[in-house]
């Protein structure tokens, strides 16, 4: 990129870093790249019922050219990954990159000759999201740990910089930015719960303990 | 004049649309209850007194079409005692970036140790953070429920675990229902044959 480059550290990065990164999480324009029953669930999650509009996403550009975030939505077949490198190269950076379902991600049930064992063989990825398919509610999530973690991305390699002496120090969020659940971060008590556990090491736990507490047929062996 | 009062009709569509509720969901904000038998996460369930359900004999793993699914089992003796009977599980991995979430894993289960729970917020950016270990996935302990390992307090063999189970499931995030008012509490002994 341009002038965050050639300044020396520290100089104007931090604000600018900031602001660039705002811009740039707050609009995506994903690249249409549906390649199986992945990409009817990302669809739906275009759709009025989950509506990505609410995050000025809603359209899926036709061109790479204009588009920063490709959603790999299903699996990834051999004769498809030159097709997949080229659409990836196609795109202005700064640009992300989604797996969406196990296919894309790892190949899932498809370990065989015929499919390529996770798209990170070929692009590099932002953000793995499981599920056969993932629901809509799943994409929406990976969207928004991705805007998370875009705005906390350094800019230029004197950002790279700071970041890692910040690293160094110990300047750290408690939660990764990416890491966790977006209905937990959106709700300011369950946030402040999960931060507690993931302190602890037991925010699996807290998940369940949470997901337990919700079911009422389970009061026999929980809620007592 | 037709072209006239049609554009009216068309137009009214759009107008009546104002007026009706919105559809889209608040999933952030206020998450979906799914239905209770969606298929989201696993849980590895825990027996009343904390004991792991879990006998490591990876028939999960074998039902798994996707190979998520990694199981090394270990033997239990009287001094480490993880799970009533033989044997259980010393390594146990989900692969989540292969799990297709189809519950073949479910009804392999002899035990019902593991069974399924409705979270799905699960991406990640790294692909070995999709990796669960035994300790992400069991369920957390309960009040009268104690960190294995410890011997049997619900009988002297695992049949009387595996006999009251109906009545006192434990952790059993699943299809089990309360056994009644009056089920025994976690950490009290079963009687011999109580189901």
């Known amino acids: 990129m341009g002038i965050e480059e050639k300044l020396p550290s520290g100089i104007l990065l931090t604000s600018v870093e900031k602001l660039s990164n705002y811009a740039r999480k707050s609009s995506f324009w994903g690249a249409t790249f549906g390649l199986a029953c992945c990409a009817i669930e990302m669809m739906a999650a275009g759709g009025p019922h989950y509506d990505l509009g609410r995050w000025g996403m809603e359209v899926f550009r036709a061109s790479p050219r204009q588009a920063d975030l490709m959603i790999v939505a299903g699996r990834v077949s051999q004769k498809m990954a030159p097709v997949l490198?080229?659409?990836?190269?196609?795109?202005?950076?700064?640009?992300?990159?989604?797996?969406?379902?196990?296919?894309?991600?790892?190949?899932?049930?498809?370990?065989?000759?015929?499919?390529?064992?996770?798209?990170?063989?070929?692009?590099?990825?932002?953000?793995?999201?499981?599920?056969?398919?993932?629901?809509?509610?799943?994409?929406?999530?990976?969207?928004?740990?991705?805007?998370?973690?875009?705005?906390?991305?350094?800019?230029?390699?004197?950002?790279?910089?700071?970041?890692?002496?910040?690293?160094?120090?110990?300047?750290?969020p408690v939660v990764a930015p990416g890491a966790m659940p977006s209905s937990y971060r959106e709700n300011k008590a369950r946030r402040a719960e999960w931060e507690q556990a993931v302190k602890e090491g037991r925010e699996e736990q807290l998940r369940i303990e949470n997901w337990m507490k919700a079911q009422n047929h389970l009061s026999g062996g929980v809620n007592r | 004049m037709g072209t006239f009062t049609g554009s009216f009709k068309g137009f009214g569509v759009t107008f009546a649309h104002m007026f009706r509720k919105v559809v889209t969901t608040e999933y952030p904000f206020k998450p979906p209850t799914?239905?209770?038998?969606?298929?989201?996460?696993?849980?590895?369930?825990?027996?009343?007194?904390?004991?792991?359900?879990?006998?490591?004999?990876?028939?999960?793993?074998?039902?798994?079409?996707?190979?998520?699914?990694?199981?090394?089992?270990?033997?239990?003796?009287?001094?480490?005692?993880?799970?009533?009977?033989?044997?259980?599980?010393?390594?146990?991995?989900?692969?989540?970036?292969?799990?297709?979430?189809?519950?073949?894993?479910?009804?392999?289960?002899?035990?019902?140790?593991?069974?399924?729970?409705?979270?799905?917020?699960?991406?990640?950016?790294s692909r070995q953070d999709l990796i669960f270990t035994k300790e992400q996935l069991l369920a957390p302990l309960l009040p009268g429920m104690e960190q294995p390992p410890h011997p049997?307090?619900?009988?002297?063999?695992?049949?009387?675990?595996?006999?009251?189970?109906?009545?006192?499931?434990?952790?059993?995030?699943?299809?089990?229902?309360?056994?009644?008012?009056d089920a025994s509490q976690p950490g009290e002994p079963l009687s011999r044959g109580a189901a």
């Open chain 2, 152 to 181: 049997m307090r619900l009988g002297d063999s695992e049949k009387d675990y595996y006999l009251g189970s109906l009545t006192n499931p434990g952790t059993s995030a699943g299809a089990e229902r309360a056994g009644g008012a």
């Open chain 1, 85 to 172: 490198r080229q659409i990836y190269d196609q795109m202005p950076e700064p640009r992300s990159v989604i797996s969406m379902g196990v296919c894309a991600s790892s190949g899932g049930m498809f370990n065989n000759y015929a499919i390529v064992q996770g798209v990170d063989h070929v692009v590099p990825v932002d953000m793995y999201l499981p599920g056969c398919p993932p629901r809509p509610e799943m994409l929406i999530d990976a969207i928004l740990k991705l805007r998370e973690k875009i705005l906390h991305q350094p800019l230029g390699p004197n950002g790279r910089k700071m970041l890692e002496a910040r690293k160094a120090r110990g300047d750290v």
């Open chain 2, 34 to 125: 799914p239905a209770p038998r969606y298929h989201g996460r696993h849980i590895l369930n825990r027996h009343p007194d904390g004991l792991e359900k879990c006998i490591g004999c990876e028939l999960c793993a074998w039902a798994c079409p996707a190979d998520a699914i990694y199981v090394e089992g270990g033997d239990n003796t009287e001094e480490q005692r993880f799970s009533p009977g033989e044997r259980y599980a010393s390594v146990y991995q989900i692969n989540y970036a292969r799990c297709i979430f189809c519950g073949l894993c479910i009804e392999a289960c002899p035990t019902r140790s593991l069974t399924m729970s409705n979270e799905y917020e699960l991406a990640r950016d």
